[in-house]
Nanobody, 119 residues
């Protein structure tokens, strides 16, 4: 079972940038998908970006063109570069690892890192 640790959150002004990192406790090369989700106060957790094992990435419409996800299977890390941040990007950001096996799908989550966009 993989353990995920996020880092890089903090307070940033609107228009600023942050880089979130997720470090896995074991190899992530076999995981079907690595991704980032976020949860704002009073709202459901939502997908931000994913990076599939075949190299395909996907972004939510709200962050497309501003955020960039990368995956390093040798360093066992997933990074989310966030540019042109907006107040509505304020949330707790969670790293996710998804693994499909013959017995079904398993999701693993980090503890989250707070991102606050405010002037």
């Amino acid at each position: 079972q993989v353990q995920l640790v996020e880092s890089g959150g903090g307070l940033v002004q609107p228009g600023g940038s942050l880089t979130l990192s997720c470090e896995a406790s074991r190899s992530i090369s076999s995981y079907t998908v690595m991704g980032w989700y976020r949860q704002a106060p009073g709202k459901a957790r939502e997908l931000v970006a994913t990076f599939m094992s075949d190299g395909v990435s996907h972004y939510s419409n709200s962050v497309k063109g501003r955020f960039s996800i990368s995956r390093d299977n040798t360093e066992n890390t997933v990074t989310l570069q966030m540019n042109s941040l907006k107040p509505e990007d304020t949330a707790v950001y969670y790293c996710n690892a998804g693994l499909g096996t013959a017995r079904g799908w398993n999701d693993y989550w980090g503890q989250g890192t707070q991102v606050t966009v405010s002037s």
